[in-house]
C-alpha cells in the first residue's frame, strides 16, 4: 500500500460515454500526476499538477480533462474515447515536482 | 530530447543465478534516477532515487548503482518472488521524468 487509492480499479466504457477516474492521496505530497501505460510501451506522462496548478499537459488529447479540486485529490474526466485509448492509467504523488513519484495501482480502461 | 533505455526487455533467471539490469540515459543535466518495481496489473512500486555518479543503494537482493551515463540494478541471487518488470525513469534539470520501457525479469525456482 503505497499510499495513493485509485477508483475504479477496472473500468469498460463505450466510445460515446463519460467516466471519471479517481485518485487520492493522504501522504501530504504536493504533486500529483496522470501517466498512461500501454502494452510493451514506457510509461507516458500526461499530467503534472503541482499545488493544484497544472503545470504540465503533454499534448494530451481534449478527450481527457484533468481536475485536481485540491492537493489530496486528482479525476481524470473522459469523454468520447477511442479504442486506442485502452491502457492501464496510473496516478502518482511526490512530496515536489523534483522527487521520487508514489504510484496507485492503477485504472485498467478498455474501451469498445 | 531525453532518452532512457533499458536492456535486457526480458530477462529469464534460474533461482540464485545473479545477474544485472542496464538503463542508459540521455538527459539535459541529471538531477535524479529512480528504480521501480511492477507486477502485472499494478502500479510502480518505488525501489530507490539515485542522485550523482558513484552513489549506491541496496535493498534485500537488489543494489542500485549510477554512473554519468548509466545505472545498473544487479539482483543478487534471485528468488521466484524476484520476477517483475524492473523500470527505470530519469529526472532532468529542465523537470523532466522520462521512464525506460522495462526489464521483465523471471526467475524459474
Known amino acids: 500500500e503505497t499510499g495513493v487509492t485509485q477508483t475504479p480499479r477496472h473500468l469498460v466504457m463505450g466510445m460515446t460515454n463519460k467516466k471519471s477516474l479517481k485518485c487520492e492521496q493522504h501522504?501530504?505530497?504536493?504533486?500529483m500526476y496522470w501517466y498512461k501505460q500501454s502494452a510493451k510501451k514506457p510509461l507516458e506522462l500526461m499530467f503534472v499538477?503541482?499545488?493544484?496548478?497544472?503545470?504540465e499537459n503533454n499534448s494530451v488529447p481534449s478527450r481527457f480533462s484533468p481536475e485536481c479540486p485540491n492537493s489530496s485529490h486528482l479525476f481524470l474526466h473522459l469523454h468520447t474515447l477511442q479504442p486506442e485509448d485502452s491502457a492501464l492509467y496510473l496516478c502518482?504523488?511526490?512530496?515536489?515536482?523534483?522527487?521520487?513519484?508514489?504510484f496507485g495501482q492503477g485504472t485498467r480502461l478498455t474501451v469498445v | 530530447e531525453d532518452q532512457v533505455t533499458q536492456s535486457p526487455e526480458a530477462l529469464r533467471l534460474q533461482e540464485g543465478e545473479s545477474s544485472s539490469l542496464n538503463c542508459s540515459y540521455t538527459?539535459?543535466?541529471?538531477?535524479?534516477l529512480f528504480w521501480y518495481r511492477q507486477d502485472p496489473g499494478k502500479g510502480p512500486e518505488f525501489l530507490f532515487t539515485?542522485?550523482?555518479a558513484g552513489e549506491e543503494k541496496e535493498k534485500e537482493r537488489l543494489k542500485a548503482t549510477l554512473t554519468k551515463k548509466e545505472s545498473f540494478l544487479h539482483i543478487t541471487a534471485p528468488k521466484p518472488e524476484d520476477s517483475a518488470t524492473y523500470l527505470c525513469?530519469?529526472?532532468?534539470?529542465?523537470?523532466?521524468?522520462?521512464f525506460g520501457a522495462g526489464t521483465t525479469v523471471t526467475v524459474r525456482a
Open positions: 502518482a504523488s511526490s512530496p515536489r515536482g523534483d522527487t521520487e513519484a508514489f
Open positions: 501522504l501530504g505530497h504536493n504533486a
Open positions: 499538477y503541482s499545488l493544484e496548478e497544472r503545470v
Open positions: 538527459v539535459s543535466g541529471l538531477r535524479g
Open positions: 539515485l542522485y550523482s
Open positions: 525513469a530519469v529526472f532532468s534539470n529542465d523537470y523532466k521524468l522520462s
